[in-house]
């Protein structure tokens, strides 16, 4: 099993897209956050996880979704346990008030966010998009989520998460998978 390397996320940004090290050059606990460098063909969760001996309740998967009311689009990152899902076609939809909320098409997630497929994290997002973070996903003693890039993972406190601009806490946004 492949051991991780961690680094302060500010000693390494070439392992951080850029929304995410613009972020933490400002953001207050930009301390606390750690990087390390993985394989990025382990950059999935559940690949990840595996390849360096990590339980998969300490992952956080960050999904984008959209939906249209009155000719608006709607946006959100949805902030989930990897050991659960969004509840996209209830709560998500409720919580953006749009008629049908879908996951937002990746090649415009990607062009949005200035991220990488499958590094997409909340950290970085763009101004205005709301956040909207499982209350489970707070529990997690030392999370790991993307780093905008497939080559890098970020390690933080979960509670940290709700301190992030726009984050929302919404209970139950997930279900068990």
């Not at 559940?46 to 999904?63: F, H, K, Q, R």
């Not at 989930?80 to 415009?108: G, I, Q, W, Y």
């Amino acid at each position: 099993m492949t051991q991780l390397v961690f680094s302060p996320a500010l000693d390494r940004p070439d392992l951080l897209a850029a929304p995410v090290a613009e972020l933490l050059g400002t953001w207050p606990h930009a301390g606390e956050v750690q990087v390390a460098e993985i394989d990025p063909g382990h950059a999935d969760t559940a690949a990840m996880t595996e390849a360096y001996g990590l339980p998969l309740t300490d992952s956080a998967n960050c999904v984008v979704v959209s939906g249209r009311r009155a000719g608006e689009e709607r946006l959100a990152a949805c902030l989930v346990r990897a050991d659960t899902r969004a509840d996209v076609n209830n709560l998500v939809k409720r919580t953006l008030d749009v008629r049908k909320a879908s996951f937002h098409p990746m090649e415009r997630a990607v062009e949005e966010t200035g991220m990488e497929y499958g590094g997409i994290t909340p950290l970085g997002l763009p101004e205005g998009w709301r956040l909207l973070v499982d209350e489970r996903v707070l529990g997690i003693a030392r999370a790991i989520v993307g780093s905008g890039v497939r080559r890098s993972k970020l390690f933080l406190p979960g509670a940290r998460l709700a301190d992030l601009p726009g984050a929302e806490v919404v209970p139950g946004l997930a279900h068990p998978s």
